[in-house]
């Protein structure tokens, strides 16, 4: 545990892929002992810290809060265990409550059973004491609890962020199959691009990959367009120190003119959902949006970074993805010389006929899909080749 008594240990959620990226951003707010694990970041910090890590990660989905470990032998300790916790130092019994559950290897086999129990046993409790209990509120509670059994170790947390992180609260219109935007953001910095050379997304759909790498140029923190967090409503919410971070943060702020990130899309309908999206978050004057195919592009400039999320075969039909991908690899080759090109996709068979070596490649996921994300270095007369997975 912290040795500060004003330091807490917190967990950070992320997508699989993104630990590394989650571990770099939480070091930079200040977080102490940040260390990688499955999907998830542990880190300390105190109060300002958590707050912190809420508004100005990109990378994380929630920012939790352990506050009890238990074991568990036998499914009746949950209960029993969840009942004997001072929730009333969290909670008032006219609160409303959401519990959220995580289960690997233990003696339960039903999640939702387990978020059922936690919920009884916290009701249980204010009724005994009170005479009256807290209701239960899915979308929008009080207080959002986090149980996570693996093995016979029950953590129970509290949830800072409420909604998931990747909620930005810019998107106003949504693509087909748009990208997380807590991956998309993940993916940009995984590519290196050093916020200087032009980006490109040449199948850009709704804008979140733009969007992403304009806020991470200008620094506009990624929680700048939301207004709901958990922790607004606990019990120890300090509302001068949330507007203290914001305050600070925001004073970073740039406003680089020398950038340049573009967007392409075939779709005159889903580009417009792009410019309604660029519009609402500010940044029209640092994107340049443009109807175009692919194959039809012409290079913004002579060099730059490519970040592309090809149509997947799970949710866009495709008549012939390997032909597709044939057609960005002649288009890579044939157009963009000087470019770095990054592809991520979900059809790890058909990827490959991009007929590019990467010279980078990492795996990631995109909700359920695990995926590639690959790097191909765009050198005049490069000799090109399938890869092996």
Same mark, same amino acid.
């Given at each position: 545990?912290?040795?500060?008594?004003?330091?807490?240990l917190?967990?950070a959620?992320t997508?699989?892929?993104?630990?590394p990226?989650?571990?770099?951003e939480?070091e930079?707010?200040?977080a102490l002992?940040a260390?990688?694990?499955?999907?998830?970041?542990?880190?300390?910090g105190?109060?300002?810290c958590m707050?912190?890590?809420n508004y100005?990660?990109?990378?994380a989905l929630?920012?939790?809060?352990?506050?009890?470990?238990?074991?568990i032998?036998?499914q009746?300790?949950l209960?029993r265990?969840?009942?004997e916790? !001072? %929730?009333e130092?969290?909670?008032d019994?006219?609160?409303?409550?959401? +519990?959220?559950?995580?289960?690997s290897y233990?003696?339960?086999?039903?999640?939702?059973f387990?978020?059922?129990?936690?919920k009884?046993?916290?009701?249980?409790r204010?009724?005994?004491?009170?005479g009256k209990?807290p209701?239960?509120?899915l979308?929008?509670?009080?207080?959002?609890i986090?149980v996570?059994l693996f093995?016979?170790?029950?953590?129970?947390s509290?949830?800072?962020?409420g909604?998931s992180l990747?909620?930005?609260?810019y998107?106003?219109?949504?693509?087909i199959?748009?990208?997380n935007e807590v991956l998309a953001?993940?993916?940009?910095q995984l590519t290196g691009?050093d916020r200087?050379?032009?980006?490109?997304?040449p199948m850009?759909?709704?804008g979140?990959?733009?969007?992403?790498?304009?806020?991470?140029?200008?620094?506009?923190?990624?929680?700048?367009?939301r207004s709901?967090?958990?922790?607004?409503? %606990?019990?120890?919410f300090?509302?001068?120190?949330?507007e203290?971070?914001?305050?600070?943060a925001q004073?970073?702020?740039?406003?680089?003119?020398d950038?340049?990130?573009?967007?392409?899309?075939?779709? +005159?309908?889903?580009?417009?959902?792009?410019?309604?999206?660029?519009?609402?978050?500010?940044?029209?004057?640092v994107?340049? !949006?443009?109807?175009?195919?692919?194959?039809?592009s012409?290079?913004?400039?002579?060099?730059?970074i490519i970040?592309?999320?090809?149509?997947?075969?799970?949710?866009?039909?495709l008549?012939?993805?390997?032909?597709?991908?044939?057609?960005i690899?002649n288009? !890579?080759?044939?157009?963009?010389?000087?470019y770095?090109? %990054?592809?991520?996709s979900?059809d790890?068979?058909?990827?490959?006929?991009?007929g590019l070596?990467p010279?980078?490649?990492?795996k990631?996921?995109?909700?359920?899909?695990e995926?590639?994300f690959l790097g191909?270095d765009?050198?005049?007369?490069k000799?090109?080749s399938?890869f092996?997975?």
């Amino acid at each position: 545990m912290p040795e500060n008594p004003d330091s807490m240990l917190m967990i950070a959620k992320t997508v699989s892929g993104l630990e590394p990226i989650l571990k770099a951003e939480l070091e930079a707010i200040g977080a102490l002992n940040a260390e990688v694990m499955n999907r998830s970041v542990s880190f300390e910090g105190d109060k300002a810290c958590m707050y912190r890590a809420n508004y100005l990660c990109r990378s994380a989905l929630r920012i939790l809060l352990p506050v009890h470990v238990f074991e568990i032998n036998m499914q009746e300790d949950l209960y029993r265990e969840i009942k004997e916790f !001072l %929730w009333e130092d969290h909670l008032d019994a006219d609160s409303t409550l959401a +519990v959220d559950a995580v289960i690997s290897y233990t003696v339960f086999t039903n999640s939702q059973f387990v978020a059922q129990k936690t919920k009884d046993a916290i009701v249980d409790r204010f009724r005994e004491k009170t005479g009256k209990r807290p209701s239960v509120d899915l979308d929008n509670p009080t207080l959002r609890i986090n149980v996570h059994l693996f093995k016979n170790t029950c953590t129970v947390s509290l949830d800072s962020s409420g909604q998931s992180l990747h909620k930005r609260g810019y998107r106003k219109q949504a693509g087909i199959a748009p990208i997380n935007e807590v991956l998309a953001a993940g993916l940009i910095q995984l590519t290196g691009w050093d916020r200087k050379k032009p980006l490109l997304d040449p199948m850009c759909g709704s804008g979140t990959f733009l969007i992403e790498a304009a806020m991470l140029a200008s620094e506009i923190p990624s929680g700048y367009f939301r207004s709901e967090y958990g922790f607004i409503k %606990w019990k120890d919410f300090d509302q001068a120190l949330w507007e203290t971070v914001k305050s600070q943060a925001q004073g970073l702020i740039k406003h680089p003119e020398d950038i340049r990130i573009v967007g392409f899309d075939k779709s +005159v309908m889903i580009l417009k959902k792009a410019v309604e999206n660029v519009g609402f978050a500010g940044l029209d004057r640092v994107i340049y !949006l443009k109807r175009a195919a692919f194959e039809d592009s012409i290079p913004p400039s002579a060099e730059g970074i490519i970040i592309m999320n090809p149509p997947y075969d799970e949710r866009i039909q495709l008549e012939d993805s390997v032909a597709f991908y044939k057609m960005i690899g002649n288009i !890579l080759k044939r157009k963009y010389s000087g470019y770095k090109a %990054w592809v991520i996709s979900s059809d790890l068979e058909a990827i490959k006929f991009i007929g590019l070596k990467p010279s980078k490649k990492f795996k990631v996921f995109n909700g359920p899909l695990e995926c590639r994300f690959l790097g191909f270095d765009l050198y005049e007369g490069k000799k090109t080749s399938t890869f092996a997975d």
